[in-house]
């Protein structure tokens, strides 16, 4: 097996594969292997047809932590090899084989192909968000009526003022310092080694913008750049938000960056992807206030040991 380091120059390969069996999740996104690096390390093995992921950054000596396989799961004896393959990796490593962030679809191939090898653990914290391009645009309904009357709101008060625009390269340098303002606003309530893997996620993302298929708006008010958003496809038919920031002090600026990224980026996509709330409580009631139409959920497979 031969894994290599994830580059930009495996963006088409894997945005192949992602587009075809991904399933929409942000997981198998070409965007988050390549700038979640420092987090994941994620590293590539291309091999019969099929794509193996496995995640250097978070494996350990006891265990070895790998992605679902990419290819057509159809195939039941190709995955029964791919599969197996990722085994004997990680028992070359002295390791066993741990599966992270499964879908409903690959766990339940991986326990039929596999009976009685692996442990199953649903993991709350990673279901993904899935809402319809129409649910996030317009906001429909008496249960959404509220957020339509934070956003009016905002409008009214800022009337003029705010202005709106697709990002492009003449923005990136007002985003960087806008990041490293709220950055040090953020670190004065509370220091998190996550928001440190974030922001280097984030200046890989501003770097290679177009490179890497990003879209997204910034928000000025008098003038000033107030909040900005940023997500890119997972296939044809599913957006993936990955960055939302936005001024605290200013009321209801992430309604606004949620619904007018939306509008002005997502139009084309029938599924929008708010991925997980990782376990956060002020996440995941915010997430959950959008009703998503879906939650894709998640589970752990560890490799049961044999004595």
Known sequence: MNFRNVTLKDKELIKDYMYRYGEGSCQHSFVSMYCMADK???SVCE??????????GISTDRERAYLFPMGDISDAKGLERAISEIINDAHEHGALACFQTLTENAKNAVVKLFPDRFTVTPVRDYSEYIYTYEKLAELPGHEMASKRYDINTFYRTYGDTVRVETITDSHIEQ???????WLENKFCEEEDVQLDQENTAIQLGLAHFEELELSGI????????????YGTPLSNDSYDVIIEKGDRRIADIYRVLNRD????????YQYINREEDVGVEGLRRAKLSYKPDFLLNKYRLTEVKHE
Do not use: M, N
């Not at 990224?261 to 084309?268: A, E, G, I």
């Open 40 to 42: 994941y390390g994620d």
């Open 47 to 56: 091999k019969d047809g099929w794509l193996l992921i496995c995640r250097e």
């Open 175 to 181: 985003i960087r310092s806008f990041q490293k303002l």
């Open 218 to 229: 910034v928000i000025y008010i008098k003038g000033e750049l107030c909040g900005y958003a």
């Open 261 to 268: 990224l939306v509008r002005l980026c997502c139009s084309r």
